[in-house]
Each structure stands twice: as structure tokens, then as C-alpha cells.
């Protein structure tokens, strides 16, 4: 009986965080349904009359800056994700199954890259950039940072506990090293790559200070940085809130399609190393 009890007051928990968490989400979603009047008297409510006009002006502001600066996010991001997990999996992949003199020296070398602030990078490579004239382009918002270091420890440990004789029984096929790293090892890293996908996705997607600071033509910005930016004509001593909030609800669709697309895997790697056999 106390044991039912208990496990009835953690539901009633869990339930309680669960309605607190999506709360921003719904009143996010409703506001993006009202005018700016509505949303002053009524903020918190399912919208009076449903209206779609705020995402029609947002399309269409100050000659689609919005529908540009979103496919802008969309593609450094992809890019960036897709090129990280790539790098990573290729240095996991030799500091995990392979020896070479100066290791174990170099990988502490780089997790300890891992205790500088990016902030403190920032100037180096701001002139790194303006020197080669690659500022204001969609390269400055890429490459710097695709060697991730975290997915190359969280890749490392993984691919370590992969076992040798599939790599052994592949190179006695006459396998390469390539084509062992893409029929072999990255097939049994999906978990692990999925979990690191979403997550990468998602930092680069949200990303607005680096972006902010080494961008200033709006055609190659992302939207997290347009859209604090909006103003209207009516809005000159206030906020927007509806056009901000309509492009809020339009950015965070792109991360529940991600996390839709390798949710499995994002869940099959939360039990990795739970269960030793």
C-alpha cells in the first residue's frame, strides 16, 4: 500500500513538472494566435479569435528578412551539425582504436581545450577571419568549432566500447580503414550520433552571440539574431510580442522535427553503459 503511494505521489510530481514545462510552450503558441491588443488583457488564455495574421506579416517583414534569415539557420546549422559529427567520429574512431605514440598526451591536450571560455576566443578569431576576408559570410559561422571536442570524448568512449574482432574480422577481408570506419563503425555509433545530432543541432540553432558579433549584413544572419530585431510602425514605443512570439513558435519547429527524426537513438543512448554484460 505505501508503496502504491508512492509511486502515485511521483506521478503527481512528474505530472506538476510536465504542465510547468509546456506552460511556456502553450502560452507561446496562444499569443501567436492573438493581436497585440489581446494579448494585453489576455496573455494566458486560449485565444478569443483565432487569427493567422501575425505569421503572414512575419513572412512578409521588411521584404522576407525572416523566410532569408531562416533558411540561413537552417543551413549553417545542418552544415555544422553534419561536418561536427563527421570530424568527431573520424578522430573517435582513431584515438579509440588505434595507437599512436603521444595519445593519451594529445587527447588530454584537447579535453583540456574544453576548460577555455569561447568568449575568450573570440577576438583571435574575429581577426583570423577579417584577415582572410571571410567576415559576413556563412563560413565564419561554421568551421569555427567543428572540431568539437565534447562529441570527440562522448564519441571516443562509445566507439571504445565497441568491440575489436568486428574490426579484426573486417581488415582480414581486406577492409580499409575507411571502409571499416563506414561499414562498421558508424552503422553501431547511430545511438550515440543520434544523441549528438539533436544536441548539436540544437546549441548551433539557438546560437546568437557569436553570430551577433562577427555579422552585420542581415542577408547572411540567422533568425535568432533578426528576431529580437522586429519593429513595426505601430510598435514604436512598444514591443511586438504577437510578431515575436509568431516567430518564436516558428523556430522551435525545427527542433522538434529533429529530435522526432533520431529520437531513437537519442533514447537508446541514455542507457549506454547502464547494462555490462
Same mark, same amino acid.
Not at 510578431?243 to 525545427?254: E, K, M, R
Given at each position: 500500500?505505501?508503496?502504491?503511494?508512492?509511486?502515485?505521489?511521483?506521478?503527481?510530481?512528474? @505530472? =506538476? $513538472?510536465? &504542465?510547468?514545462? *509546456?506552460?511556456? +510552450?502553450?502560452?507561446?503558441?496562444?499569443?501567436?494566435?492573438?493581436?497585440?491588443? /489581446?494579448?494585453?488583457?489576455?496573455?494566458?488564455?486560449?485565444?478569443?479569435?483565432?487569427?493567422?495574421?501575425?505569421?503572414?506579416?512575419?513572412?512578409?517583414?521588411?521584404?522576407?528578412?525572416?523566410?532569408?534569415?531562416?533558411?540561413?539557420?537552417?543551413?549553417?546549422?545542418?552544415?555544422?551539425?553534419?561536418?561536427?559529427?563527421?570530424?568527431?567520429?573520424?578522430?573517435?574512431?582513431?584515438?579509440?582504436?588505434?595507437?599512436?605514440?603521444?595519445?593519451?598526451?594529445?587527447?588530454?591536450?584537447?579535453?583540456?581545450?574544453?576548460?577555455?571560455?569561447?568568449?575568450?576566443?573570440?577576438?583571435?578569431?574575429?581577426?583570423?577571419?577579417?584577415?582572410?576576408?571571410?567576415?559576413?559570410?556563412?563560413?565564419?559561422?561554421?568551421?569555427? @568549432? =567543428? $572540431?568539437? &571536442?565534447?562529441? *570527440?570524448?562522448? +564519441?571516443?568512449?562509445?566507439?571504445?566500447?565497441?568491440?575489436?574482432?568486428?574490426? /579484426?574480422?573486417?581488415?582480414?577481408?581486406?577492409?580499409?580503414?575507411?571502409?571499416?570506419?563506414?561499414?562498421?563503425?558508424?552503422?553501431?555509433?547511430?545511438?550515440?550520433?543520434?544523441?549528438?545530432?539533436?544536441?548539436?543541432?540544437?546549441?548551433?540553432?539557438?546560437?546568437?552571440?557569436?553570430?551577433?558579433?562577427?555579422?552585420?549584413?542581415?542577408?547572411?544572419?540567422?533568425?535568432?539574431?533578426?528576431?529580437?530585431?522586429?519593429?513595426?510602425?505601430?510598435?514604436?514605443?512598444?514591443?511586438?510580442?504577437?510578431?515575436?512570439?509568431?516567430?518564436?513558435?516558428?523556430?522551435?519547429?525545427?527542433?522538434?522535427?529533429?529530435?522526432?527524426?533520431?529520437?531513437?537513438?537519442?533514447?537508446?543512448?541514455?542507457?549506454?553503459?547502464?547494462?555490462?554484460?
Amino acid at each position: 500500500m505505501a508503496e502504491r503511494k508512492g509511486k502515485w505521489g511521483l506521478f503527481a510530481v512528474l @505530472g =506538476i $513538472a510536465s &504542465v510547468l514545462s *509546456l506552460l511556456p +510552450l502553450w502560452v507561446m503558441l496562444c499569443d501567436s494566435l492573438k493581436t497585440g491588443s /489581446e494579448i494585453a488583457v489576455n496573455s494566458w488564455a486560449f485565444p478569443q479569435s483565432l487569427t493567422f495574421r501575425n505569421y503572414m506579416d512575419l513572412v512578409s517583414y521588411n521584404s522576407g528578412v525572416m523566410v532569408r534569415s531562416f533558411l540561413n539557420s537552417l543551413f549553417v546549422s545542418v552544415t555544422y551539425t553534419v561536418l561536427t559529427l563527421l570530424i568527431s567520429a573520424l578522430a573517435a574512431f582513431a584515438f579509440a582504436k588505434y595507437r599512436f605514440h603521444g595519445r593519451n598526451a594529445l587527447f588530454m591536450l584537447l579535453i583540456a581545450t574544453m576548460m577555455i571560455p569561447g568568449e575568450l576566443t573570440m577576438p583571435a578569431i574575429y581577426l583570423m577571419f577579417s584577415k582572410v576576408k571571410l567576415l559576413n559570410t556563412y563560413s565564419i559561422q561554421i568551421f569555427p @568549432g =567543428i $572540431a568539437n &571536442v565534447f562529441c *570527440l570524448f562522448m +564519441l571516443k568512449q562509445y566507439t571504445e566500447s565497441l568491440p575489436d574482432s568486428l574490426i /579484426e574480422a573486417a581488415k582480414i577481408d581486406g577492409a580499409g580503414h575507411l571502409y571499416v570506419f563506414q561499414k562498421v563503425i558508424l552503422p553501431l555509433a547511430r545511438p550515440a550520433l543520434g544523441a549528438l545530432a539533436v544536441l548539436t543541432f540544437l546549441g548551433k540553432w539557438n546560437d546568437y552571440l557569436w553570430p551577433h558579433i562577427l555579422l552585420t549584413k542581415p542577408e547572411v544572419m540567422p533568425i535568432m539574431v533578426i528576431l529580437p530585431t522586429l519593429n513595426t510602425s505601430t510598435s514604436f514605443y512598444s514591443i511586438p510580442w504577437e510578431l515575436i512570439l509568431a516567430g518564436c513558435t516558428v523556430i522551435t519547429l525545427p527542433l522538434i522535427i529533429v529530435f522526432l527524426i533520431f529520437q531513437d537513438q537519442f533514447m537508446s543512448s541514455v542507457t549506454l553503459g547502464a547494462v555490462k554484460e
